[in-house]
């Protein structure tokens, strides 16, 4: 039986949870307010990853899979096919697009898409330690409006090629919506580097290995005359090529990509952009797709 008398005075009453039930409660509560800071940590990286300032909206939509790419396709009466020598028209398979940096500023996408373009390969980052500042910008608004995005790295010999594709790849996750990524060989850049053969086979070698592993397709190729002459193409054989050819179609038939202009002009975008016509059909035969 248990008394209910008062206790005599000058006694401690005696405590209400002995001292091991005192340290479970105590790990209990610590435990919830473990628990309520991860939630509060998770909720807000997800807000800001949905509002492009806590990461790359660039390659968002999922790894590499088996996914049919689809691209946005150029009707027959758009008005950038003004843009395309001789008589404006496109093969089958074929679609029309632009390629894009922080060069061309702000882009009015709507605008893009309303005068018939496709896709648009923006550009990425470059070298080590750059990352184009429209890149997220660009993105966004391509596909908001149904173009379809694809992203380039303008590589340079002052880094190492694996350096430059973690660069990469922090920018533009893999997307098995996005076009294949493509990598830019010239000598227009501030890097004035001239390696051997052989070591600038082996850079431009180990950006491909890392982001063709990561992305799980083959890169597209765009070089220009002055980096063929110089290095050749060694390392970048059995690939998609992205060539540029002004005023006609390329001699090579299995081109996947065509750059046809410098000085193109789009609804949407303030002074000139490139033009080009890729061929779907024939990134799709490489795997690239």
């Not at 027959?76 to 894009?100: F, M, W």
């Not at 596909?143 to 350096?163: D, K, M």
Request: aromatic residues 8%; negative net charge; proline residues 7%.
């Amino acid at each position: 039986m248990t008394s209910s008398s008062p206790p005599p005075t000058g006694s401690r009453p005696r405590p209400k949870y002995s001292p091991v039930q005192v340290r479970r409660r105590q790990v209990a509560a610590g435990g919830c307010l473990l628990l309520v800071i991860l939630l509060v940590v998770v909720s807000c990286t997800a807000l800001l990853g949905r509002d492009g300032k806590g990461g790359s909206d660039a390659g968002r939509g999922g790894g590499s899979g088996d996914a049919e790419l689809a691209v946005s396709e150029t009707p027959s009466d758009a008005p950038a096919l003004s843009q395309l020598p001789g008589k404006g028209t496109l093969g089958q398979e074929e679609n029309l697009g632009i390629d894009v940096s922080a060069h061309q500023e702000e882009i009015d996408w709507e605008k893009v898409r309303g005068d018939g373009v496709g896709f648009a390969y923006i550009k990425a980052t470059e070298g080590a330690g750059y990352t184009d500042p429209r890149l997220n910008a660009n993105w966004r608004g391509a596909r908001q409006n149904g173009v379809t995005p694809g992203a380039y790295h303008y590589f340079t010999l002052c880094s190492p090629g694996a350096e430059q594709a973690e660069e990469f790849l922090r920018a533009v996750p893999p997307s098995d919506d996005a076009l294949p990524p493509a990598l830019d060989l010239e000598f227009d850049g501030a890097c004035e580097n001239r390696p051997e053969v052989k070591e600038a086979d082996a850079q431009v070698d180990a950006f491909l290995e890392k982001v063709e592993e990561a992305w799980g397709r083959p890169v597209l190729l765009y070089s220009s005359v002055d980096w063929r002459n110089h290095y050749g193409l060694g390392a970048t054989e059995d690939r998609p090529d992205w060539l540029f050819q002004d005023g006609k179609r390329p001699a090579q038939g299995d081109w996947a990509l065509w750059q046809v202009r410098f000085d193109g002009s789009v609804a949407g975008i303030d002074g000139d952009v490139d033009i080009d016509v890729l061929r779907l059909d024939v990134l799709q035969a490489s795997g690239a797709e």
